[in-house]
Structures are given as structure tokens and as C-alpha cells.
């Protein structure tokens, strides 16, 4: 903008003519910029499920990946209400987020479900409570999902028991965290998925060994990708460029940095878990 | 109509006096920051704060209006139920003048050389050895022989605990002990060899010289090694992983072991290890050095350098 004003200011001839080139210019460079910004369609990223907090990396990876898309961005959010907040009223975005959240929301939101990360090829995955103990009765609990999502889980996976193990929650920020909690004494048990508990396994058996697994979830889905109904269709150029993400290796390492390595359409009967969890 | 006054009267005092009761039964807890324009140490106190659910009061000792004897007279007058101290200088002051109250701390590098009483309580500011193991082992699978450069004076011990620890993980530490920060270029090339990583440790000897420990990096870096480390300032020396402490994390966990003394429960360990870890990876150099990482393991790095 400030070259366009600088050759209008040079531009010989009359003052009053400069004077409306110059107005033109502003309102022309004006109205440009705001028709990018509000073409840009950005997918707002809320997970309760995991503590994810490399904000700052997140953003940067996949704004550097979906430009050569589009007018894409991410906005990730690391509480739930600024998340919910920031998206009412809104018509033209795509969500990232956990199957329990848009269980909870997608009907005041009008939401549709489009695609469930993978781990592995799998897009399910188990909670499970684990202690070194297999006798223990209450504690410290460590978890790496919000404390909303993590007693639903327990009141879920524990149903009369709950009360006998509902204690403090300790917010970690991962689950391999949650798990060495418990591994090296700073929770008594830990709410974590059975993939963190696998790969404790590789990393350190000897720890893994001590593990217990005390109880265990129903499957639930991964990150979820869902898209407001009314922005279905618009949405679908996004939505691809999303799945594409795993056949391409730059977009395969930016999954990695949600903890997934692909994306699947929903089937109906996953819809109808989804929407009945 | 005199009566009938000294019949409300006493009754405005039957309600007042129940409310006066509980609010005096309600456990007073003071917040001192050492600093609160340390981020890591504001969010420590955001998350304490957050998480507690209690009223609590905080005050900054960076803030001038807090000389040492206007918070003699605060700790004196409020003669809080559990102090949160973050850093050591918060610490000191409140050990020093109300050392009978429940003192929780946080923040504080080696604080072994700190007086303790029976009601002293904290979340130590490294992370265990075993943890930074397990994720230097998460992000590098194939890492097998980790180099340790440490001085006998300060860190026999460690060396000695990490070496059992490693072994249970199929990792080989290879240390070389120095007894002067100079000897650690030398000690470096006669490990070298022998490694896949070296580990950098906080050991006060290796820390001391500065142009000594960017030598350190130069040598490693020319030699393609990569450097572990455990202070996020150190990627801007070369280190390839930083593995260091989750500052939110030590907050609520600071919370969690107030709340469990202020509802008389059980407490595991007095002072424990942190909790949660913040992640850096150079991935740039990753790829430079042609090394191979655990892409699913992406999702734990806090922080990508590329």
C-alpha cells in the first residue's frame, strides 16, 4: 500500500487529482486486505482429550502447509469456553476436535462429523486407569485430558466405584507424563490411553512391567474433523486437503504433532457412537 | 421500644456470628513470588492459584514496595495456615520468620542446601533422571549409548543412580568424570567415539565457563553429536533436545500438595519430582544430522525448531 501511495504522490499534474487517485488507492488496498481476511477459512483446534500446548509450533507447521492449499489457518485454543465462545455465530470454519467435545456440542452447533484421526490405521482408541498397585483404593490421579473429560471418562469406566477413586486430578501435559507419574511416585494412578501404555512398553519395559491396569473405557473415536452443516459443502476442498495430509510426507509430519498418522471417513454406525456417547 | 432494638441486635449478631466462625475456620494461604516477571515463575503461581480454589493472597518480593520488613510484618499479621514460595528467596524469607507453618515451594535449583523442617513440602525443579531417559528414548528409539560428562564432587552419586536406571532401559550411560570444567573437551573426545548423544547435565563444573561449555557444542556439532539437554536455553547453543520441567504443571501439582495438607491428608513424598515435561526438538538439525526420530512421538514436543 505504501508503494501505491508513493507513485499517486509523484504522479504529476494536478493536486486535487492526486488527491482522488490517493483516496482510490486506500480504499482499494482497504477492501482488498479485508476480502483476504474474510476468505480465509480457519479451522479452530480445542482438544479436551489431550494437553497438546505446542501452540506456537502448531500454528506455524500447518499455516506454512494448508497456504499451499488455500486460504487456510489454524487457531488452536487451550481452554474449552474461549474455544465454544469464539465459534458461536460463526458460519464458514472447520473444527479439530475430541469425540467427547463434539458430543457435547454438535447439536447446538448444527455440526456434521466428516473425519476421525488414526493411530496405527486405527481410529478408535481405550482409556485406561493404571497403577503400580493393584490394590489401591484412592490417590492422586494423573491425567493429560481437562478435568471435565477426565471425570467423565472415570464416572464412566468405574460406574459405582467412582466415589472410592474420585480424587484430586493432576492435569499433566501428556499421557507418557501421566504414566511416569505414576512410574516415578507423583500420582497413585494414571488415566491414559492403551496406545501411551504400548509404547511404554518399547521405551521402558522395566516401568511398563510395573504397570497395572486397573480398569478400562469403551473405544472411543480420535480427534474428530467436523464442519458447521451450512459450510458442508464449501468446506469439502478443506476437508480433502485435511485427509491428504497422510499421503504426503511434509503432511504426515505435521499429524505427528497431534499424535495421529491419518484421517478416515466417518462410517455410520462410527456417527452414531459419536452422537450417542 | 428499647426491648424491641435489643431484640434485632441480638439477632443481627446470632446471624453474624456463624458467618464470622466459618470464614475464621477458612485456612489463609499466602503466595511469595520471588519474582513475578519470571514467566515460568507467574505461570507457577497462575496455575497454583487456578487450581487451589481457595482465596488466596500473593505477593511479588520484586515488587519494591515489599522490603524484607514489611513482609516480616505481613507473614507476623496474616500469619497464613501454608505458604506457596516460589524461588528460593521466597523461600528463605518464609522459613526464616514463620518456619512452624506448612511451606510449600517450588523453583528452586538445588534445593537440598536449604534449611527443612517436618513442614516443608515442594515440587523439585529437575526432572527425574528415569523420565528424561524415557523421553530422550521416545523421541530417539535407536539411541542406545548416551554420553555423560560429570564432576565426582557434585554428581557421584547421580552418575551412580542414572547408570542402574539406564541399564533397566537398555540404554549404556558412558560417563567420564572431570574435576575441572577444562578437562571437559578432552573427557568429550575420548567418549565420543563410544556414543550415539551426549547428555548434558546441570553439573555446576561443567556450567561454570561459559566459553568452555560453547566449545562443548562447537566439538559436538562438528562431529555431528547430537547434544541432550535440560534448559530451553541451551538450543540456542546447538542442544538438538531439550527435555525440562512443565512450569503450569509445577503449579497445579504445588496445589495439589497444599490442598491435600489443608484437608489433613496423606502426603506420598514430601518434596517430588515434577510431573509434567516441556519438550524442544531442533528438527532441522534432526535432519541434518540424518538422524531418525519417532514421528508419533511429535505430538509430545512442545516446540519445534526448524
Sequence with gaps: MQRITHHITRFPGDKRLRGILGCCAVVLAVTITAFAAADKTTIYFYSSETSINNFKSLKMEFDRYLTKFGPYELQPFSDRESFEAHIKGKDQYVLLLSSWHYSKIYKDNALIAELAGTRKGEKYQRRILVAKDDAVKGGRIASASSIQHTNSYLKKMLRSNYELVATPILTVPKDIDALMSVGFGMARLALTTKNALDELQTINPTLYQKMKVLAEGEASLLLIVAVPERFSKDGQPLIAAIKNMASDPEGREKLGMLGLDGWQALDPSDTLKLETQ | ?306
Excluded at chain 2, 503466595?31 to 505461570?43: F, L, Q, R, T
Design chain 2, 1 to 306: 421500644m428499647k426491648l424491641h432494638r435489643f431484640t434485632w441486635l441480638i439477632a443481627g449478631l446470632l446471624l453474624i456470628y456463624p458467618g464470622s466462625l466459618a470464614a475464621d475456620k477458612e485456612p489463609k494461604v499466602l503466595v511469595i513470588n520471588s519474582d513475578a516477571g519470571i514467566e515460568k515463575y507467574k505461570v507457577a503461581q497462575e496455575e497454583f492459584t487456578g487450581t487451589l480454589s481457595r482465596p488466596v493472597r500473593a505477593i511479588n518480593l520484586d515488587d519494591p514496595k515489599w522490603k524484607i520488613a514489611d513482609v516480616e510484618n505481613l507473614l507476623y499479621d496474616e500469619y497464613p495456615d501454608l505458604v506457596y514460595c516460589i524461588g528460593s528467596k521466597a523461600y528463605l524469607i518464609a522459613h526464616r520468620f514463620i518456619s512452624e507453618k506448612d511451606i510449600v515451594f517450588s523453583s528452586i535449583v538445588n534445593w537440598q542446601r536449604f534449611p527443612v523442617t517436618g513442614k516443608t513440602y515442594g515440587v523439585s525443579v529437575e526432572l527425574h533422571s528415569g523420565i528424561q531417559m524415557t523421553l530422550f528414548r521416545y523421541i530417539f528409539p535407536k539411541v542406545k549409548k548416551i554420553g555423560v560428562l560429570y564432576s565426582t564432587k557434585y554428581n557421584s552419586e547421580w552418575f551412580k543412580n542414572t547408570s542402574t536406571e539406564s541399564k533397566e532401559m537398555g540404554i549404556e550411560i558412558v560417563g567420564k568424570s572431570i574435576a575441572e570444567s577444562k578437562q571437559s573437551i578432552d573427557a568429550l573426545r575420548e567418549s565420543l567415539p563410544a556414543v550415539d548423544a551426549l547428555w548434558l547435565i546441570p553439573d555446576p563444573l561443567l556450567m561454570e565457563d561459559k566459553d568452555n561449555l560453547m566449545k562443548l557444542f562447537k566439538a559436538c556439532e562438528s562431529r555431528k553429536l547430537p547434544v541432550f539437554s535440560y534448559h530451553d536455553s541451551f538450543i540456542d547453543y546447538g542442544a538438538l533436545l531439550v527435555v525440562s520441567v512443565d512450569a503450569p504443571t509445577i503449579g497445579r501439582q504445588a496445589a495439589g500438595i497444599a490442598a491435600e495438607i489443608l484437608s489433613d491428608g496423606t502426603i506420598d513424598e514430601k518434596v517430588q519430582y515434577p510431573a509434567g515435561s516441556h519438550i524442544i526438538l531442533n528438527l532441522k538439525k534432526v535432519k541434518e544430522y540424518g538422524l531418525q526420530y519417532n514421528e508419533a512421538a511429535l505430538s509430545a514436543v512442545n516446540q519445534i525448531v526448524e
